[in-house]
């Protein structure tokens, strides 16, 4: 177990890497640890987190839960993170990140995943922060399913938000609570984004599935809406 540090796990080109069953605390007498819970780069495979028996908890850090860059095909699943800063987990530059069954309550988003292709983002526990889940910039073949996305603190920020997209990507069948804006938002991308089977209820600030400046195609299909402050769904360019 690691306490009262300032940055928890730091690697850097490790192949084979493996981080599970650990307890990581950045609190300090000053407060928070300065950097990220878990940081990993230019690490193809990471494994942190593997099933529920290796679960790792990660608390009270100014930066991320677990920061992943340029490292494709890692699992990050089976994490309990809170009181961190920014972002529960962030994925940057890499492509085949799988983000599942985490619990997690950050100051931020909880999931941002930033480029990429072929990322599964699923049955993760998500409460507090500005957004549930970010997608910004990413392409092809991308899953945003599953996830259950309580209240969220960001007046004016949306619960799931596919920002930018490019290629295709999926949000299905996720459980969205008390949303500070928009349930689900897709904005200012070009690819094709289904948004289909998800349950929304209250989102206090706007409607419960919006497309707005968004380029690309579409399908909205079979969603459960209650309790939307403005629209159901919009639509607009």
Known sequence: DIT?????????????????????????????????????????????????????????????????????????????????SQNGVYVDTSDNATVANNTINADANGVLVISGSDHDVQF?????GVRGILLSGTANNNNVVNNFIGQTTGTSWNSIEIFGNTGTTNVSNNDIDN????????????????????????????????????????LINNNSIDGADRLGSYIGR
């Open 4 to 84: 009262d540090a300032d940055w928890g796990i730091y690697a850097s080109n490790v192949a084979g890497l493996s981080i599970v069953d650990s307890q990581i605390d950045g609190r300090t007498a000053a407060g928070r640890g300065t950097g990220s819970g878990i940081f990993v780069e230019n690490s193809n495979g990471a494994v942190i987190g593997a099933a529920s028996n290796d679960t790792n908890i990660i608390r009270d850090f100014q930066g991320h839960g677990v920061q992943l860059i340029n490292s494709d095909n890692a699992l990050i699943s089976y994490n309990t993170i809170s009181g961190v």
């Open 124 to 128: 993760n526990t998500i409460n507090g």
């Open 179 to 218: 949303a500070g804006w928009d349930g689900i938002n897709v904005n200012s991308g070009t690819g094709f984004v289904t948004v289909q089977g998800n349950d929304i209820d209250n989102t206090t600030g706007a409607s419960g599935i919006a497309f707005v400046f968004h380029n690309g195609d579409g």
